[in-house]
């Protein structure tokens, strides 16, 4: 079983960029696909970003697309979140997920991921 651990959040400036990391263990890593949610309070959590499990097909939620960039280095077993021009909306939870390659080809759902990771904060100050 894949275990995820994000980093990177924290406090911006809005217009400010920030990088979040998505770091697995397991051999199994490069399997997966991989997705970036966000909670912010009292709101369900929603998805942000979608990666397949050798980075040639990805999807963006169209509040973030073009701000955003998912990518990922197996060797690495990370997965990344390159995030600019932040603004205030985007302040919430950040959570990485994860689920075996098989059986889909994109997934954007939360109930289409078994692993998660435990989440970091990222706020913007307007």
């Known amino acids: 079983q894949v275990q995820l651990v994000e980093s990177g959040g924290g406090l911006v400036q809005a217009g400010g960029s920030l990088r979040l990391s998505c770091a697995a263990s397991?051999?199994?890593?490069?399997?997966?696909?991989v997705g970036w949610f966000r909670q912010a309070p009292g709101k369900e959590r929603e998805f942000i970003a979608f990666i397949n499990w050798n980075g040639g097909t990805t999807k963006y939620d169209d509040s973030v697309k073009g701000r955003f960039t998912i990518s990922r280095d197996n060797a690495k077993n990370t997965v990344y979140l390159q995030m600019n021009s932040l603004k205030p909306e985007d302040t919430a939870v950040y959570y990485c997920?994860?689920?075996?390659?098989?059986?889909?080809?994109?997934?954007?759902?939360?109930?289409?991921?078994?692993?998660w990771g435990q989440g970091t904060q990222v706020t913007v100050s307007s």
């Open positions: 997920a994860g689920r075996l390659s098989w059986g889909a080809v994109v997934a954007i759902t939360p109930a289409e991921y078994v692993t």
């Open positions: 397991g051999r199994t890593f490069s399997s997966y696909h």
